[in-house]
T-cell receptor, first 114, second 109 residues
């Protein structure tokens, strides 16, 4: 079974630009969660999508948005990039059918904002 | 507030045993996860504890004490490939994961 894939793996942008990241979950998984990982901080939860609907949301500004398509692939968009948005963005998939489930992570997209 | 604490970095010797501690404070509790993350790679699931006690899985064991808000990951017979970051995450009453910053484990020959 193919794992979670994320594209692109690396991205360099400048302040003020916007960026779109993509995540393809494991086949059959309908839940996709997005996290931001920075050195010295734990994974910060951005949002979770299940069956094309945002089911949970973390404490990030509205510049961070996402969506999910009917094939469960998800995209995350960050508008008006700031230097502090430089981070590793991870997505994780699960079936979404149980309250407690193992999440399977992709390798991440490393975003550098200059 | 909700909080997870784990050491930032630990060093151990190949073939030895190391214990990585994690303390948590969450609104409600629905279990604790440990993940391993090699540099530049995806975090991978190691263990899940929801009841008190020790769960053993090969060279890795995980312990939980709910009354103390404490867990540890025990790695035996350390190998160089165990050099990685180990992430502790507690699940709160809303089934949201609260993550620690991770413990970077360095294995020396």
């Amino acid at each position: 079974k193919a794992g979670v894939t994320q594209t692109p793996r690396y991205l360099i942008k400048t302040r003020g630009q916007q960026v779109t990241l993509s995540c393809s979950p494991i086949s059959g998984h309908r839940s996709v969660s997005w996290y931001q990982q920075t050195p010295g901080q734990g994974l910060q939860f951005l949002f979770e999508y299940f069956s094309e609907t945002q089911r949970n949301k973390g404490n990030f500004p509205g510049r961070f948005s996402g969506r999910q398509f009917s094939n469960s692939r998800s995209e995350m968009n960050v508008s008006t990039l700031e230097l502090g948005d430089s981070a590793l963005y991870l997505c994780a998939s699960s079936t979404g059918l149980a309250d407690v489930e193992t999440q399977y992570f992709g390798p991440g997209t490393r975003l550098l904002v200059l | 507030g909700q909080n997870i604490d784990q050491p930032t970095e630990m060093t151990a010797t190949e073939g030895a045993i190391v214990q990585i501690n994690c303390t948590y404070q969450t609104s409600g509790f629905n279990g604790l996860f440990w993940y391993q993350q090699h540099a530049g790679e995806a975090p991978t699931f190691l263990s899940y504890n929801v009841l008190d006690g020790l769960e053993e899985k090969g060279r890795f064991s995980s312990f939980l004490s709910r009354s103390k808000g404490y867990s540890y990951l025990l790695l035996k017979e350390l190998q160089m490939k165990d050099s990685a970051s180990y992430l502790c995450a507690a699940m709160d009453s809303n089934y949201q994961l609260i993550w620690g910053a991770g413990t970077k484990l360095i294995i020396k020959p």
